[in-house]
């Protein structure tokens, strides 16, 4: 049985997700990230992240238009490979450039 449970923590100016971004943890993440301030220095690092499905890739799209709607830059480190396919496959890879 995989864990569904997922973190998000804002640290030295970033946000770091650990655990899985799937259909199972999204709704948590989000809640998650809409307490916190955008990353001051614009990065969510994805180093952590253990399991995606599209799920996770909906939620970059929404921290996407969060911080275009604020006018801040946010880009994503330590993407994982599933992620950067499922990117892909949707057509969204500049998202993660």
């Not at 253990?50 to 996407?64: P, R, Y």
């Amino acid at each position: 049985m995989i864990d569904t449970t997922a973190s998000l923590q804002a640290v030295d100016g970033r946000w770091e997700v650990s655990g899985p971004m799937t259909i199972d943890s999204a709704a948590q993440l989000l809640t998650a990230s809409q307490v916190l301030a955008p990353p001051e220095a614009g990065v969510v690092d994805l180093a952590r992240v253990e399991h995606v499905d599209s799920a996770g890739v909906s939620l970059l799209l929404a921290w996407t238009r969060r911080a275009a709607a604020e006018g801040r830059p946010l880009r994503f480190a330590g993407v994982p490979a599933n992620m950067t396919s499922l990117a892909q496959l949707y057509g969204v890879e500049d998202l993660l450039r």
